[in-house]
C-alpha cells in the first residue's frame, strides 16, 4: 500500500470522539490507524496555544505542526500529523505569506537564509491585498502549515468561508496569497500539493441541487461561478469551470482536483453537510474539501477518495494515495526514499532510525511543555534497560543499615501504628566508594501512615456520612435523624479518632442496627442510613405524583405519524426566539420539504398554537 495523505475538517480537534468508531479507544494514535493514513491534515482544530495537551502532541511514533490562531479563541486552526515510520519533512512553515517566525526567533520565514527557506513568497507588487487586510493579518488566524518534503511541498490549509460581507476582503485576499504562493512554487520547479478545507465549490455537481436553489435567488450558473472566490479558484486548476474571461496575471492552471481525477463523473460526492438542517442522511451536501497536486505528480496517484461513511464531524475524510514508486526523469524511484531526509531510505529500505534530533523547529514536540518528554503509554511498553550488577556490600554497612532499620521500625511502633514499617525498597545497595543513601531516605512516619489509612477509611463504601453537611442526593430527600441518634454516633466515632481527628475504623450499618450483619448488599450508601421503612425514598412514586399532577407531554404528529421535534427560531426578526413544531426526519436530496416520501414532511406548528386536544 501507497503512502496516504488524508485531509479533515474535524470541526473541533476532539469533535470526533464522541463518535464511533473513534469513541473506543479515543486516542489520536488509533484514530490515524482507523483512517490509514500516513499525513493526517487536520482543519478547524478550534483549540490555542494554551489548550494543548499531551495526547494531542506526544503521539506515538507523530510528529505533528500546528498553525493556531493569535487572537480569536476556539477559532480556525491547522494540524499536520507525519508518520515517522514512513516520512518526515525536511522544512515547516507556518502561514501562506511568510511573515510569520519560527519560534525563538525574530526573522521571518520569508527572510531566513535560502537554504533554510521553501519560497514562493510572494514579491513586491504580487500580492493585491483588499480593504484593511496586511500580510500579518492573512497568517494571524492559524489557516496554513507548509512542509516541505524532497519529493514535493504540502500546504495544509483552511480557507475562510463566505458567511457574511465584512469577511468579503479577507477572504478574496487569503485565496489572492494562496494562487500567488502555490503558482511562484511551481515556477521555481518544486512539485506542490494542495489540500484542506477551501469553501469553494468548484462546478455543479459538487453542490446539491443548485439549479434550484438559484431559481429560487434569481441567479444564473455563470453569475454563481463569476464569484470572484470560484473565479481564482478555477483558474488555478486544469478543467476548471472558468466562466468570465482569465486574469492576464495569472496565467495557465498548475494545479490537479484529485477526486475529479479519478471520478470525472461522480455526481453526490460531498464532503460538507448542514448538521443543523440534519442534510448528511438525505447527502445534500457540497464538495468543499480537496486534495490538489501539481502536474508532474500527477501520474504519482493510484486513488483519490472520499470517506463519507466516517462520521465525527460536519465534514468527512477526504484522501489521497501516492505509489510506492514514482518516476522522477525517467527513473524509477521509491516514493520512502524522498519522503525523508537523505540517508534515511535507500531503495525503499531504511537505513537508519527517526530519532528527535530530525524534528524541526516548528515542531510541537519541541514546545517547551513537552520537550524531552513522552507520552505515558511509551513508559509502560518501553523495554527497560538491563539492571547494573552492584558490587556486594561489606559487612560492616550491612550491618548499620539493618540496624537503621530496626530503629525506623521500633520508632514507628511506638506510636502504636503498625503500619509504620519501612518499605524493603528503603534499604538499597551501593557501591563502597559511596555513602550509603539508605540514610538518607525518610521512614514513614506514624502520622504520614495514618493519613494513608485515613484515606482509605474515606473512600470506602460504607463510611458513614458527616453530619455537618449532605454527602449524597439521597441526603436531600430522608429527613434529618433525631438528635439522640446523632449523639450516639459523634460518640462511637469519636471514640476511634486518630490524631488528626478523624476516624480510623470504618463503621458499618450496624452502628444503627447493631444486631443486623454487615452484607454486601448493605455497602451501598443508600443503605447506611435507612432504619425505618416511612424514611425511604421512592423516585417511581414521585415521578408518578408529578406525571399526575403535570401530566404527560403530548406532541403534534406530523404527516408520517412520528412525534414532532421542537426547535427554536434564531434568525433575526419578530419570531426570533419562538419555538415550533416540525417532522423529525432529515431532508432528502432535494433540500426541500417533500410530500409522501420517506424524508422531512411539510409539519411546521407554531408551539404556541399547538392545542393538545385538537387533531393534528
Not at 495523505?5 to 470526533?16: A, D, E, H, K, L
Not at 486516542?27 to 482543519?43: G, K, P, R, Y
Not at 494571524?140 to 457574511?164: H, K, M, Q, W
Request: glycine share 6%; proline share 7%; charged share 25%.
Amino acid at each position: 500500500m501507497g503512502l496516504r495523505i488524508t485531509s479533515w475538517n474535524v470541526n473541533g480537534i476532539r469533535n470526533p470522539f464522541g463518535y464511533q468508531p473513534w469513541r473506543e479507544k479515543k486516542s489520536f494514535e488509533a484514530m490515524f490507524d482507523i483512517l490509514e493514513a500516513d499525513i493526517v491534515v487536520m482543519q478547524e482544530t478550534k483549540i490555542q496555544r494554551k489548550d494543548l495537551q499531551d495526547d494531542m502532541v506526544l503521539v506515538p511514533g507523530w510528529d505533528v505542526f500546528f498553525s493556531l490562531p493569535r487572537h480569536k479563541k476556539g477559532y480556525a486552526g491547522v494540524a499536520i500529523y507525519t508518520r515517522n515510520s514512513v516520512c518526515a519533512p525536511i522544512r515547516a512553515e507556518e502561514g501562506i505569506v511568510g511573515v510569520l517566525c519560527p519560534p525563538n526567533s525574530t526573522t521571518q520565514f520569508r527572510d531566513l537564509p535560502e537554504d533554510q527557506q521553501i519560497g514562493g513568497y510572494p514579491r513586491p507588487g504580487q500580492l493585491q491585498l483588499r480593504g484593511n487586510v496586511d500580510e500579518l493579518t492573512l497568517d494571524s488566524e492559524g489557516r496554513c502549515v507548509i512542509l516541505e518534503f524532497p519529493a514535493f511541498v504540502l500546504i495544509g490549509t483552511y480557507s475562510p468561508a463566505n458567511r457574511d460581507e465584512s469577511r468579503d476582503d479577507f477572504r478574496l485576499s487569503y485565496m489572492e496569497a494562496l494562487d500567488v504562493r502555490v503558482r511562484n512554487l511551481v515556477a521555481m520547479g518544486k512539485r506542490v500539493i494542495v489540500t484542506g478545507d477551501l469553501n469553494v465549490i468548484r462546478d455543479v455537481m459538487d453542490t446539491a441541487n443548485l439549479a434550484e436553489r438559484l431559481r429560487k435567488e434569481d441567479m444564473t450558473t455563470a453569475d454563481f461561478f463569476s464569484a470572484p472566490s470560484r473565479h481564482i479558484f478555477n483558474q488555478l486548476l486544469f478543467e476548471g469551470n472558468v466562466v468570465l474571461p482569465k486574469d492576464e496575471d495569472r496565467g495557465s492552471p498548475v494545479l490537479w482536483d484529485l477526486c475529479r481525477l479519478f471520478h470525472p463523473t461522480r455526481e453526490g460526492m460531498f464532503t460538507c453537510w448542514d448538521t443543523k438542517k440534519n442534510t448528511r442522511p438525505g447527502n445534500f451536501g457540497s464538495r468543499i474539501d480537496y486534495v490538489l497536486c501539481s502536474d508532474d505528480m500527477k501520474s504519482w496517484f493510484v486513488d483519490s477518495n472520499i470517506q463519507e461513511g466516517l462520521m465525527g464531524s460536519d465534514h468527512c475524510p477526504v484522501f489521497a494515495v501516492l505509489n510506492d514508486t514514482v518516476q522522477i526523469n525517467g527513473q524509477e524511484t521509491f516514493v520512502k526514499d524522498i519522503m525523508n531526509p537523505p540517508g534515511v531510505f535507500t531503495n525503499g529500505q531504511r537505513l537508519r532510525e527517526w530519532s528527535t534530533k530530525d524534528l524541526l523547529p516548528l515542531s510541537a514536540k519541541l514546545i517547551p511543555e513537552f520537550d524531552r518528554r513522552q507520552n505515558i503509554k511509551d513508559m509502560f511498553f518501553k523495554k527497560p534497560a538491563a539492571p547494573k550488577a552492584a558490587p556486594a556490600l561489606s559487612q560492616g554497612s550491612s550491618a548499620s543499615q539493618v540496624d537503621d532499620s530496626k530503629k525506623a521500625a521500633a520508632s514507628g511502633s511506638s506510636t502504636g501504628t503498625p503500619d509504620s514499617v519501612p518499605p524493603s525498597s528503603a534499604i538499597t545497595t551501593s557501591s563502597p566508594s559511596k555513602p550509603s543513601s539508605s540514610s538518607l531516605k525518610r521512614t514513614p512516619s506514624a502520622s504520614a501512615s495514618s493519613n494513608k489509612h485515613q484515606k482509605k477509611a474515606r473512600a470506602g463504601p460504607s463510611r458513614e456520612s458527616s453530619t455537618k453537611g449532605q454527602s449524597n442526593l439521597m441526603g436531600f430527600f430522608k429527613p434529618k435523624a433525631a438528635d439522640n441518634e446523632t449523639k450516639k454516633l459523634e460518640e462511637r466515632s469519636s471514640s476511634s479518632t486518630g490524631l488528626d481527628g478523624t476516624a480510623e475504623v470504618e463503621p458499618s450499618c450496624t452502628l444503627i442496627e447493631p444486631e443486623t450483619p454487615k452484607t454486601d448488599i448493605d455497602d451501598s450508601p443508600g443503605n447506611l442510613d435507612c432504619a425505618d421503612d416511612e424514611y425511604v425514598f421512592d423516585p417511581i412514586q414521585a415521578k408518578e405524583s408529578w406525571s399526575k399532577l403535570l401530566g404527560k407531554r403530548v406532541l403534534p404528529k406530523c404527516e408520517h405519524g412520528e412525534d414532532c421535534i421542537s426547535l427554536v427560531t434564531k434568525k433575526s426578526g419578530m419570531n426570533r426566539g419562538r419555538s415550533f413544531f416540525i417532522c423529525p426526519r432529515p431532508l432528502g436530496p432535494s433540500g426541500e420539504k417533500e410530500k409522501g416520501t420517506q424524508w422531512r414532511c411539510g409539519t411546521f406548528i407554531w408551539s404556541s398554537e399547538w392545542k393538545p386536544n385538537r387533531p393534528n
